[in-house]
């Protein structure tokens, strides 16, 4: 069974950058027409995507964020990273890690979240 | 930029009534690229529906899905008390830009 995890502070600075890790078990990040991203739920909020990642390193980010986000992959470590820059309050959220899959553009896995703190 | 708008906010129900959610979107969609999500309190979501009717692995054919164009329509038959979560539904633009409604939280009593 497919399982993802996302790692990394609950706590940062703001202007900071929030970096997370989600690594995926029980199979490969390599895998042919998989790709992997990152949403985010501010508190007692909707849903908000990221971005995401093919393994070959193609990458894909919302538009909105795009200039302060990076997504990374390690296909040795079998993690995908998320780093995002000049952090502030409205940052605030629980960041998951997700399983993309193209044909259908849906979202299959999800990590259980983790929630990151912008603050002094 | 396409925006999904869910309907209604709030839906307030018994064991065993049904539940229709709506989720509309501001310009016409491809409903090979819809999907609706459950999201239970302290959970990741859960994907429920994909390609407009299409049910997930596991997730029981009391969920179903419907519609086209703009309107895009998620029903919950025998509604059971497990059931009360909010539902999203989600939409893949051409820009590569998932976009989610804001959701419908269903509550059960």
């Known amino acids: 069974q497919l399982q993802l995890q996302e790692s990394g502070p609950g706590l940062v600075k703001p202007s900071e950058t929030l970096s997370l890790t989600c690594t995926v078990s029980g199979g490969y990040i390599t895998s042919n027409n998989y790709y992997w991203g990152w949403i985010r739920q501010p508190p007692g909020k909707g849903l908000e995507w990221i971005g995401s990642?093919?393994?070959?390193?193609?990458?894909y980010y919302n538009p909105s964020l795009k200039s302060r986000v990076t997504i990374s992959v390690d296909t040795t470590r079998n993690q995908f990273s998320l780093k995002m820059n000049s952090v502030t309050a409205a940052d605030t959220a629980v960041y998951y890690c997700?399983?993309?899959?193209?044909?259908?553009?849906?979202?299959?896995?999800w990590g259980q979240g983790t929630l990151v703190t912008v603050s002094s | 930029e396409i925006v999904l708008t869910q309907s209604p906010g709030t839906l307030s129900l018994s064991p065993g009534d049904r539940a229709t959610l709506s989720c509309r979107a501001s310009?016409?969609?491809?409903?090979?690229?819809l999907a609706w999500y459950q999201q239970k309190p302290g959970q990741a979501p859960r994907l429920l529906i994909y390609?407009?009717?299409s049910r997930a692995t596991g997730i029981p054919d009391r969920f179903s899905g419907s519609g086209s164009g703009t309107d895009f329509t998620l029903s919950i038959s025998r509604l059971e008390p497990e059931d009360s979560a909010v539902y999203y539904c989600?939409?893949?633009?051409?820009?590569?830009?998932?976009?989610f409604g804001p959701g419908t939280k269903v509550d059960i009593k």
């Open positions: 997700v399983r993309r899959y193209p044909p259908w553009e849906l979202l299959d896995y």
């Open positions: 990642i093919y393994y070959s390193g193609s990458t």
């Open positions: 310009q016409s969609v491809s409903g090979r690229y």
């Open positions: 989600q939409q893949y633009v051409s820009s590569l830009l998932f976009t």
């Open positions: 390609d407009t009717s």
